[in-house]
């Protein structure tokens, strides 16, 4: 089957997907380097001046010190609850399993604006830490949880065998497997964490992020930001790299386990309540809290603060500009997946690596570069539509290239031999074979893509046509203001809209 | 016109990277209207020699002929929908976003409608599943859809068929008759194909003439029979089916003397000489231990298979156990004493190693 793969390692992709993947690849870097470009403008002295600066070593402890107590909550939380859901007789597991997933919906401001409409003196470290904790302990959950089912049980019963208890097992046999996973879990969340504009915002708790967009803000004078942004980007990046390389070695680790049993779940006796209770309380300030929150205020909210004709409007914004970026993010995303699925040269890496870049750079950074580069090269666009779009496709690039790498793979490469065999030319195989195939998971990536788009909020707030709001900004303006009744329509509008297309996925995958 | 569509190799050489080279100055001809297998070990190249064939991988020297066409050589690659040579690939591979019929005529471009039509009902027929054009692929068994998979190499009239180890993903009961609707249906439209495997037994039941690829060269090429009864060495002895091999020296009357006793040969040297000597199992007898002049040893295993058996019986001075294919009523049991006769003749290899 392997040796049978379509495209050997040397053979190269038609020019028909090669130049439009390489106007892709160098859309996606455009912005860091033009970062880069613009921080050291000044001389490197000057950014020196900044980075070095007190403050920024003040941002540099708070960014730090927010990361590692959110990472080491969600380690917490998402690693309980995955073997608690996966591995024990708890009553209504996979309940308790969907529940955790659930927050991953929930964007940061919005918990940021449920916590804070409830209790306005959380604004500050705590508030920020439990509000990004709540939102992105699913991202440890969830490859842990799947680590756990793939754990051949066989190898936790020879340990039994062994004399071992279950106890000295889980700790001896178990925990080190779900190392890798867990690890790639926490460096998502940091990565997360760093990135985050809305909930440290609201919260008012100065971080890189927080600093950039008051810097941007206040001063014409915009190369602190820009210096600011590239020391945020190396962060990221560092993180990225660390990334990838643990999830090389955790999909190392798991080869081969596939067709393992399931394991005998473990009873829990008179720790069951506990277990109980613990999942509970977690779904409760995780997901119940917000949505509670939400429909408390929608319900006190009078017809003076509801502006149904401006909701409408919002929505109607959102909608489009979202579309928009799903649409330009899918072509520009279709050749590098094409071709990241099936050339393995050292070219075709390096394309689909560069289309990778917006998973590096948090979201204020990409709309800063797209400034800069606009005031500069292109004026005409500078606050138009165009430019939001651009910051779309640049940030969720990641998105829908993966989602067209894993929907062209679905596809045998053998089908295209085939084609090939029975008189196709490359482009008519793409046309008649390889597109067909791949829809579906094209589509379904489009999907995701409007969904993230919609919920965007640093590069929207930047970037947004004066006079122009998408539900994610006036929830933030209305949240900032402290008109949490106000704000309200605008979280459930987004997260309404937001749930149409899950569930369409949803009921696309059975 | 089956004159035109022999397939000639010359000298292919390819390799990986910087490794070892997977073919090395292979050479192959491939009669026309003849179905010929490829056989060999997994890693042997016979994969990589496929994939050149068809168009999809470029060899690093060597040419390729297809009646009187060029498709590789130096400075030659016609792209593979430019052969005119069908696949049908493991697994069958089936478009699975086309209905059956339309897989079929996949590769009838060019023509008008009903003629495609026409063709697509007359392949479907030949491969026995007429009716079937308007299911999906996934509607249908894994044996349909290895004969479907045919049918869409067919229709187009390809000068050359590949088969790429077809009957692997099926299940033993099934295989048996898929390979001989297969060879049916390619007898009848009369196409020159090429069988990959590494099955044997698929080999020499399906195929004219079996090539056996060994470190990417052609160890052997020859019909089933000529291949089982006279291998070019011990090792081909071995890989197309179980084989006795004795040391022996031969006397200058061409008889062997082996462990089992004087064994004739089928092309006796002009003189004395040493070698090894191949024997099948079915050409070894179990007798009585007391007639005279039998070789006698003793049962060490029973392998019994129902239509017949294999026993392993260990003989004094010879290191490894022989084994003795039984048909019919098991006379002994394990642990017993028993004689050993030689039916027929043997075939001398000189230089007697086992690894070529």
């Known amino acids: 089957m392997t040796r049978g793969s379509g495209a050997g390692p040397g053979s190269r992709p038609p020019l028909i997907l090669l130049v439009p993947a390489c106007v892709a690849a160098l859309f996606a870097l455009l912005?860091?380097?033009?970062?880069?470009?613009?921080?050291?403008?000044?001389?490197?002295?000057?950014?020196?001046?900044?980075?070095?600066?007190?403050?920024?070593?003040?941002?540099?402890?708070?960014?730090?010190?927010?990361?590692?107590?959110?990472?080491?909550?969600?380690?917490?939380?998402?690693?309980?609850?995955?073997?608690?859901?996966?591995?024990t007789a708890l009553p209504g597991a996979r309940a308790w399993s969907v529940l955790a997933t659930l927050p991953l919906a929930v964007p940061s401001y919005v918990a940021a604006f449920a916590w804070l409409s409830a209790e306005p003196d959380l604004a500050g470290f705590g508030g920020a830490a439990l509000a990004l904790t709540l939102v992105s302990f699913p991202y440890v959950h969830l490859p842990v949880a799947a680590a756990l089912r793939g754990i051949d049980p066989a190898q936790e019963e020879a340990a039994r065998s062994l004399g071992h208890g279950p106890l000295r097992t889980f700790v001896r046999v178990t925990l080190p497997q779900l190392r890798p996973a867990a690890a790639g879990g926490a460096l998502l969340v940091a990565l997360y964490v760093l990135s985050d504009f809305g909930a440290v915002s609201l919260m008012r708790y100065d971080t890189f992020t927080r600093a950039i967009h008051t810097s941007y803000r206040a001063s014409?004078?915009?190369?602190?930001?820009?210096?600011?942004?590239?020391?945020?980007?190396?962060?990221?990046?560092?993180?990225?790299?660390?990334?990838?390389?643990?999830?090389?070695?955790?999909?190392?680790?798991?080869?081969?386990?596939?067709?393992?049993?399931?394991?005998?779940?473990?009873?829990?006796?008179?720790?069951?309540?506990?277990?109980?209770?613990?999942?509970?309380?977690?779904?409760?300030?995780?997901?119940?809290?917000?949505?509670?929150?939400?429909?408390?205020?929608?319900?006190?909210?009078?017809?003076?603060?509801?502006?149904?004709?401006?909701?409408?409007?919002?929505?109607?914004?959102?909608?489009?500009?979202?579309?928009?970026?799903?649409?330009?993010?899918?072509?520009?995303?279709?050749?590098?997946?094409?071709?990241?699925?099936?050339?393995?040269?050292?070219?075709?890496r390096l394309l689909e690596q560069a289309a990778y870049a917006g998973h590096a750079l948090p979201g204020i950074t990409v709309a800063l570069a797209l400034v800069f580069f606009a005031v500069r090269y292109a004026y005409p666009l500078y606050q138009q539509l165009p430019l939001l779009v651009g910051a779309y496709a640049v940030l969720f690039l990641p998105v829908a290239v993966a989602a067209t790498r894993a929907a062209v793979l679905q596809a045998p490469p053998v089908l295209e031999d085939v084609a090939r065999s029975l008189g196709r030319r490359p482009w008519q195989v793409l046309r008649e074979v390889t597109v067909p195939l791949a829809a579906p998971g094209v589509a379904a990536g489009a999907a995701l893509t409007f969904v993230v788009c919609m919920k965007e909020l640093p590069a929207t707030l930047l970037l947004r046509p004066t006079g122009m709001d998408t539900l994610a900004t006036r929830l933030w303006t209305e949240t900032g203001a402290g008109s949490f009744a106000a704000a309200a329509p605008y979280a459930a509008a987004l997260i309404l809209l937001a749930a149409v297309p899950s569930y369409l996925l949803g009921r696309h995958r059975t | 016109m089956n004159d035109t569509n022999e397939l000639h190799i010359e000298g292919l050489t390819k390799s990986y990277g910087a490794g070892e080279p997977v073919l090395?100055?292979?050479?192959?001809?491939?009669?026309?209207?003849?179905?010929?297998?490829?056989?060999?070990?997994?890693?042997?190249?016979?994969?990589?020699?496929?994939?050149?064939?068809?168009?999809?991988?470029?060899?690093?020297?060597?040419?390729?002929?297809?009646?009187?066409?060029?498709?590789?050589?130096?400075?030659?690659?016609?792209?593979?929908?430019?052969?005119?040579?069908?696949?049908?690939?493991?697994?069958?591979?089936?478009?699975?976003?086309?209905?059956?019929?339309?897989?079929?005529?996949?590769?009838?471009?060019?023509?008008?409608?009903?003629?495609?039509?026409?063709?697509?009902?007359?392949?479907?027929?030949?491969?026995?599943?007429?009716?079937?054009?308007?299911?999906?692929?996934?509607?249908?068994?894994?044996?349909?859809?290895?004969?479907?998979?045919?049918?869409?190499?067919?229709?187009?009239?390809?000068?050359?068929?590949?088969?790429?180890?077809?009957?692997?993903?099926?299940?033993?009961?099934?295989?048996?008759?898929?390979?001989?609707?297969?060879?049916?249906?390619?007898?009848?439209?009369?196409?020159?194909?090429?069988?990959?495997?590494?099955?044997?037994?698929?080999?020499?039941?399906?195929?004219?003439?079996v090539a056996v690829v060994r470190d990417g060269q052609v160890a052997q090429c020859a019909s089933p029979q000529d291949l089982y009864r006279r291998p070019a060495d011990p090792w081909i002895a071995e890989f197309v089916g179980d084989a006795v091999l004795l040391p022996a020296t031969v006397d200058s009357y061409g008889t062997a003397r082996t462990a089992l006793g004087p064994v004739p040969l089928a092309t006796p040297?002009?003189?004395?000489?040493?070698?090894?000597?191949?024997?099948?199992?079915?050409?070894?007898?179990?007798?009585?231990?007391?007639?005279?002049?039998?070789?006698?040893?003793?049962?060490?295993?029973?392998?019994?298979?129902?239509?017949?058996?294999?026993?392993?019986?260990?003989?004094?001075?010879?290191?490894?156990?022989?084994?003795?294919?039984?048909?019919?009523?098991?006379?002994?049991?394990?642990?017993?004493?028993?004689?050993?006769?030689?039916?027929?003749?043997?075939?001398?290899?000189?230089?007697?190693g086992l690894r070529g």
């Open chain 1, 220 to 348: 014409f004078d915009r190369t602190p930001a820009a210096a600011l942004s590239v020391v945020l980007v190396v962060m990221t990046i560092a993180l990225v790299a660390a990334e990838a390389r643990t999830r090389g070695r955790a999909g190392h680790a798991r080869t081969g386990t596939g067709t393992a049993r399931p394991a005998v779940p473990t009873v829990l006796g008179r720790w069951r309540p506990l277990a109980l209770l613990w999942c509970a309380a977690v779904s409760a300030v995780a997901v119940a809290f917000p949505l509670g929150t939400l429909g408390y205020w929608l319900a006190v909210g009078t017809s003076a603060t509801w502006d149904l004709g401006g909701l409408a409007e919002t929505a109607w914004a959102t909608f489009g500009v979202a579309a928009a970026g799903a649409a330009l993010t899918t072509a520009l995303a279709l050749p590098v997946g094409v071709i990241a699925a099936r050339h393995r040269g050292r070219g075709a």
């Open chain 2, 269 to 352: 040297p002009g003189g004395p000489s040493a070698g090894t000597v191949l024997l099948r199992p079915e050409q070894l007898r179990l007798t009585d231990t007391d007639s005279e002049g039998t070789v006698r040893g003793t049962v060490t295993d029973i392998c019994y298979y129902g239509h017949d058996a294999m026993v392993t019986v260990t003989v004094e001075g010879h290191d490894t156990p022989v084994g003795i294919r039984v048909a019919g009523p098991l006379p002994v049991s394990q642990g017993e004493e028993t004689g050993i006769r030689v039916v027929g003749e043997g075939s001398l290899h000189r230089g007697g």
């Open chain 1, 31 to 87: 912005p860091l380097g033009y970062l880069a470009v613009r921080a050291l403008e000044r001389g490197p002295a000057f950014a020196w001046d900044v980075v070095a600066d007190e403050r920024t070593l003040q941002l540099l402890g708070h960014s730090l010190g927010l990361t590692a107590v959110v990472v080491g909550a969600c380690l917490v939380l998402g690693v309980s609850l995955a073997w608690l859901t996966v591995r």
């Open chain 2, 24 to 209: 090395r100055e292979l050479g192959l001809t491939v009669p026309a209207g003849a179905l010929t297998a490829v056989l060999g070990p997994s890693g042997c190249g016979k994969t990589t020699l496929l994939r050149i064939v068809a168009g999809f991988l470029r060899a690093d020297a060597g040419t390729v002929r297809l009646g009187d066409r060029l498709l590789s050589g130096p400075g030659v690659h016609l792209p593979p929908e430019r052969r005119r040579i069908g696949i049908v690939p493991q697994e069958g591979a089936l478009f699975p976003h086309l209905t059956v019929a339309r897989n079929v005529a996949f590769g009838l471009t060019g023509t008008d409608r009903a003629e495609r039509r026409r063709r697509t009902e007359e392949m479907l027929e030949l491969v026995g599943l007429a009716g079937y054009g308007d299911r999906m692929p996934h509607e249908l068994s894994g044996g349909q859809q290895q004969r479907v998979a045919l049918a869409r190499a067919l229709a187009p009239k390809p000068q050359l068929v590949l088969l790429d180890e077809p009957f692997n993903a099926l299940d033993s009961a099934l295989r048996t008759g898929v390979r001989s609707d297969v060879r049916a249906a390619l007898c009848a439209t009369g196409a020159t194909a090429v069988l990959v495997t590494h099955d044997q037994q698929e080999a020499l039941s399906t195929a004219d003439l």
